[in-house]
């Protein structure tokens, strides 16, 4: 089993930047691919993105490509989730989220089976 807390919500206006962190603990974390979703009040919990703890090839949600990062420091076990150029849609709840196997990058909430408390996330207009 894996533990996950997220950090480094909080209000940003329109068109500024912010970094969530995910720490990682537990189990060896490498043994799971990992996720960022988020969730907006009254709507269902969306994919953001994803990466490997492998392998660099990071996946993302068409709106949020080209604005957001997703990154891993395998040494701290932990994933970021650089978010520049938001936008008042991009408020919402953000989770960390852990799926298996590791070399798959899943998109549905419901494949993932550990997940952060979550970190909020308002952008202002």
């Known amino acids: 089993q894996v533990q996950l807390a997220e950090s480094g919500g909080g209000l940003v206006q329109a068109g500024g930047s912010l970094r969530l962190s995910c720490a990682a603990s537990?189990?060896?974390?490498?043994?799971?691919?990992m996720g960022w979703f988020r969730q907006a009040p009254g709507k269902e919990r969306e994919f953001v993105a994803g990466?490997?703890?492998?392998?660099?090839?990071?996946k993302y949600a068409d709106s949020v490509k080209g604005r957001f990062t997703i990154s891993r420091d395998r040494t701290k076990n932990t994933v970021f989730l650089q978010m520049n150029s938001v936008k008042p849609e991009d408020t919402a709840v953000y989770y960390c989220?852990?799926?298996?196997?590791?070399?798959?990058?899943?998109?549905?909430?419901?494949?993932?089976?550990?997940w952060g408390q979550g970190t909020q996330v308002t952008v202002s207009s």
């Open positions: 537990g189990r060896t974390v490498s043994n799971y691919a």
């Open positions: 990466i490997r703890w492998s392998v660099d090839d990071p």
């Open positions: 989220a852990a799926s298996v196997p590791a070399y798959r990058i899943r998109s549905k909430a419901d494949e993932y089976p550990y």
